[in-house]
Every structure is written in C-alpha cells, then in structure tokens.
C-alpha cells in the first residue's frame, strides 16, 4: 500500500512539471514571440519576416498549414474583409544561416509555412472561410477566434507544449465543424462561448492527468463529455475533442 501511494505522488509531480512546462512555453501566447528568444540557451539575435496578403480574388475556403519543428504560433482575426493573412517569422540569426530564409507559399487556397523553428505572429481577415492546421512539435500554439471570423475545421497539434483556445460569440462556424487538438505532453485552456444556433460538443481525453471543466447551458454527459440542448439537431455544429496522453486540460463553456 505504501508503494502505491509513493506511485500516486510520482504520477502527481510528473503532470505538475508537465503542465507547468508546457505553460511556461505558452507564455509566449500571452506575451507575444519576441518573448520566446527569451529563454536560457536561445540567442537573442533574431531576424523578423514579414509577409502579407489581399483576399484579391481568392474564394471559397482557404487552408492556412503551418508546420513547425520547434517555436510558437499565434493567429487572431481582425474585422477586414480584404486581408487573407499578415505574417510574421521571427528566426534566429543561427537558425538562418543554417537552414535559410522562411517562405510562406499561397496555392490553390493553402497558405503554407513550413520551417525549422521559428516564432509567427499571423492576423487573418473576415472576406473568407478558413479551415486550421498547425502542428508545432516543440512549442506553443495559440488562436482567437473572434471580429466575426469565419471557421470550420481546425486542427492544433504540439507533441510538448501548450494549446490555448479563445472563442468568442460573433464567429460564423462552416457546418458541422470539428476542432481538434492534441498534445503529447502539455497542457490545453479552452475558452468557448458558442455562437447563437451553433450546438456544441466538447469532450476531453487525457491518459494521464486532471480534467476541468466549468460551463453554462450545456449539459454534462460523462465527466468529460459535455453538449448543449440542440447539438443533436442543429443545422449547424462544432466539436471540440481534447486529447493529451499526459498533460492538463481546462475549459470554460458558455
């Protein structure tokens, strides 16, 4: 018996250092990526790339794809109708000369970024529907969903690391939409108020780690599943799925 309760207080410490990690690297979400040049070891010397681009002639549903190997991405949405994306890639100087510029791609409707490590700060317009994919292996990820963006399916994937989601109730949701993240190791703030008519479905898997979830109007299906009145029958949906095989998931829901 004594052996199982040494067993619980490991298991115990292991996701406090985890998620106090992996929120330590989302610092950067709140304070900006010039923040993540911070770290001890990282050198300073940086170099900024800007890219931007009009909706133009764009239509339809625009892919945004970023990949990276290590660093941070932070997306928000601003009340433009004329912007696809503003972009920036802050790289080391040391990342630069051994890897080389990073370049940012638009082709038949996938904004792609692809790159070693880098931090990106990117605003996206309201003239368009997008859909998410951002994989971060070693970092952050961070996105608020809000001036009337319009969104459907979003994928947000770190393997160690912190994913934050901010969602207000002005966003138009594409059909029925699903938002999936996943980390490794880390841990996930979730803040959902849910657009008027949209039904929602938020559930939240961890194999090791807590579960918290505070929400209003929605209904508690298992202890860590949750949907509201219409989601069974609404024209339109969003589901949410955490999933961190050791970390810590928080959401508040409204």
């Not at 900006?32 to 010397?45: E, K, V």
């Not at 890639?89 to 070693?116: F, K, W």
Request: contains cysteine; proline residues 2%; glycine residues 10%.
């Amino acid at each position: 018996m004594s052996e199982y309760r040494r067993n619980k207080g490991m298991v115990a410490c292991i996701i406090a250092v985890i998620a106090g990690g992996a929120l330590t690297v989302g610092a950067l979400t709140y304070f900006g990526s010039t923040a993540w040049w911070w770290f001890p070891g990282w050198n300073t010397a940086k170099t900024v790339f800007p890219f931007e681009q009009d909706v133009g002639n764009t239509t339809g549903t625009v892919t945004l794809d970023v990949n990276l190997d290590a660093g941070a991405v932070v997306i928000t949405f601003e009340e433009n109708t004329t912007l696809l994306y503003r972009m920036t890639v802050e790289v080391q100087n040391s990342t630069l000369e051994a890897h080389g510029a990073p370049v940012v791609i638009l082709a038949s409707n996938v904004i792609r970024l692809n790159y070693t490590a880098a931090g990106v700060n990117l605003t996206l317009g309201k003239g368009v529907n997008y859909t998410i994919d951002v994989i971060t292996s070693a970092g952050a990820v961070s996105i608020t969903l809000d001036h009337g963006a319009h969104i459907g399916n979003m994928s947000l994937t770190t393997t160690a690391g912190a994913i934050s989601v901010i969602m207000g109730d002005d966003v138009k949701i594409l059909g029925d939409s699903i938002f999936d993240l996943e980390t490794s190791a880390g841990a996930f703030s979730v803040n959902l108020d849910l657009p008027v008519g949209v039904g929602g479905s938020f559930e939240a898997s961890t194999t090791v780690g807590p579960v918290t979830v505070s929400q209003v109007g929605w209904n508690q299906i298992t202890t860590r599943h949750y949907e509201t009145d219409i989601y069974p029958t609404a024209e339109t949906t969003l589901t949410i799925m955490a999933q961190a095989a050791t970390g810590a998931i928080s959401a508040n829901l409204s």
